[in-house]
């Protein structure tokens, strides 16, 4: 059995409560972890504007989890997302190398880092 790195990101519909959509992430997790699956991480992005209407919502909740997993895993786990009516849309995608690492670093937070402000910055905004 080789284990692969998979990155899902779901969005839950925004009419449940609070406690409705700590549920709905939690089934999920208890799910991919009944299948095998080793989470390593986990975000809960909150609700964000769709880029087009689902369903004539216009906002979702957004929750994404990356895992390593066999890919027989996969099939049964976006089975058990579709079914879910709670969840209006999700993708699953295969991670290589270069994506682990991408996530590792953007966990870390090397990018979008504010340009920390120089010393010669200063004294141009001073001459100005």
């Known amino acids: 059995m080789s284990l692969k790195h998979y990155e899902t990101v ?3 519909t925004p009419v449940l409560s609070e406690q409705q959509i700590k ?3 939690q089934k999920f997790q208890e799910t991919l972890k009944e299948l095998g699956a080793d989470i390593y991480n986990e975000e ?11 369903d004539k919502k216009t906002t979702g909740y957004y929750q994404l989890f990356e895992f390593k997993a066999d890919p027989s895993v996969i099939k049964q786990y976006e089975i058990e997302l579709k079914r879910d ?4 849309r999700f ?3 295969s991670l290589d190398k ?3 690492d991408f996530n590792e670093k953007r966990r870390q937070g090397k990018f979008n880092k504010k340009k920390k402000e120089t010393e010669s ?3 141009e905004e001073v001459k100005s």
Do not use: Q, R
């Not at 992005?45 to 769709?50: E, R, V």
């Not at 009516?85 to 209006?88: G, N």
């Open 10 to 12: 779901f969005i839950i």
């Open 23 to 25: 549920e709905t992430v």
């Open 44 to 54: 809960s992005w909150g609700i964000k504007k769709l880029a087009y209407p689902i």
């Open 85 to 88: 009516e709670k969840v209006m």
């Open 91 to 93: 993708i699953t995608v």
């Open 98 to 100: 270069y994506g682990v």
């Open 121 to 123: 910055d200063k004294k």
